[in-house]
């Protein structure tokens, strides 16, 4: 399958969406989009490997519980898709989050926050 098709696949199908949609706005972790959306667990593994490998979204960090379960997170790295058709052939583009977005939301995320809560 080409790489557009399997885009356009994972984009068409509504649990894929929902990740996508979910992972854009903050990191979550398999569970957390389970819970959240209501999606089976199975199906969100599966999912959330599909779009990893098609690269729309990246694992950001691991966290490690007192018990040794690992937790991975995730976060979707697509800021733009664009599918065109024109003369009989469908295209899609997409616009990667820039390095640099990922530090304006920590700096957002820092001025959401008061001086107490950051601990200055």
Not at 40 to 56: D, F, H, I, M, Q
Not at 65 to 77: A, I
Not at 105 to 112: C, D, E, P, Q, T
Request: charge should be positive.
């Amino acid at each position: 399958m080409k790489k557009e098709e399997m885009l356009i696949e994972l984009l068409g199908d509504k649990y894929s969406r929902a990740i996508l949609s979910m992972t854009s706005s903050m990191e979550c972790s398999a569970l957390l989009l389970c819970t959240e959306l209501g999606i089976p667990l199975a199906t969100v593994y599966r999912k959330l490997k599909l779009l990893e490998n098609s690269g729309l979204i990246k694992h950001v960090k691991t966290i490690i519980h007192l018990s040794g379960n690992e937790e991975k997170y995730y976060r979707c790295v697509v800021h733009e898709v664009k599918v065109n058709f024109h003369r009989g052939m469908l295209s899609v583009s997409l616009k990667m989050e820039d390095c640099n977005d990922q530090i304006i939301r920590l700096w957002k995320r820092l001025a959401k926050q008061g001086p107490k809560e950051v601990g200055i």
